[in-house]
């Protein structure tokens, strides 16, 4: 396995978020904007005094929608001198920051007041009826009242048992 490069890790970023079949029509040899976006946040180079508003603004400049590696590189150039920011070190940062991915995403938090909010065992109440026993939603039956329109009024106890005789 080899080392990657700056290259290796643009081509892999230019490619990224784009479907098997698209890819395979050609290959990708040119990155948008956003691409750069996720490489940057991925790789750990944003910072206070750089941000996705500033790769916009330089990428603008190139007045192109995608850019290839050498155009990549001017913008990388022209954004270290302008926010005063090593390139070297920015550089380094896009090569070693791995495979484009979405390693380390949000994940659902189920523990503390979350788990408690979310247990519906717990739930009282009109929100009670919204929820079978294995705390699976019951939709438009747990929301509306359903009716019956057998002339007994709801909460009625002793429904149904009028001697028929009278």
């Not at 717990?122 to 329109?149: P, S, V």
Request: glycine fraction near 12%; include cysteine; aromatic fraction near 8%.
């Amino acid at each position: 396995m080899t080392a990657p490069t700056l290259e290796s890790q643009f081509k892999k970023f230019c490619g990224f978020g784009i479907t098997h079949s698209q890819a395979s029509a050609s290959p990708v040899t040119q990155i948008t904007l956003s691409n750069i976006d996720k490489w940057f946040k991925q790789a750990g180079v944003f910072t206070k005094s750089l941000t996705t508003t500033d790769t916009g603004i330089h990428f603008g400049k190139l007045k192109q929608k995608k850019v290839g590696l050498k155009d990549f590189k001017t913008f990388l150039a022209d954004l270290a001198a302008t926010k005063k920011v090593d390139l070297d070190e920015i550089q380094t940062k896009l090569t070693d920051c791995g495979d484009p991915g979405t390693k380390g995403a949000t994940k659902a938090v189920t523990t503390g007041a979350v788990g408690r909010l979310t247990d519906t065992s717990r739930y009282t109440g009109q929100h009670k009826e919204r929820f079978d026993e294995t705390g699976k939603g019951r939709g438009i039956a747990g929301r509306e009242d359903i009716h019956g329109n057998d002339g007994y009024v709801q909460g009625y106890k002793e429904k149904d048992s009028y001697d028929k005789t009278h």
